[in-house]
């Protein structure tokens, strides 16, 4: 069973920082491309950032110079690590994982985790 486990979710003050974490399961971490979307109530949802097994990155212009994405195969985790944080960083953080191939696998989603920065 695969599962996308996030935590690392909470309140912080407009400038502080967060780092969330996903854990994977049930997949051959090497073979996907793992990325960190969000979501706010009547938007639409964006990524955030996405690396490769290679871990080269892919960022949003809202979030560059900000938010970093790394990912330890080792331990099958992605991690984005969020600074300065402004109030329309506030959203549910998706955890994705998506094969480097359709034959290597479906695309995968956590619950996400509720990041609320307050000004």
């Known amino acids: 069973q695969v599962q996308l486990a996030e935590s690392g979710g909470g309140l912080v003050q407009a400038g502080g920082s967060l780092r969330l974490s996903c854990a994977a399961s049930g997949i051959l971490f090497a073979n996907y491309v793992m990325g960190w979307y969000r979501q706010s109530p009547g938007k639409k949802r964006e990524l955030v950032a996405r690396i490769t097994p290679g871990s080269s990155t892919d960022v949003a212009d809202s979030v560059r110079g900000r938010f970093t994405i790394s990912r330890d195969n080792s331990r099958s985790t992605v991690y984005l690590q969020m600074n300065s944080l402004k109030p329309e960083d506030t959203a549910a953080y998706l955890c994705?994982?998506?094969?480097?191939?359709?034959?290597?696998?479906?695309?995968?989603w956590g619950q996400g985790t509720q990041v609320t920065v307050s000004s």
């Open positions: 994705a994982a998506q094969p480097l191939g359709p034959r290597l696998g479906n695309d995968y």
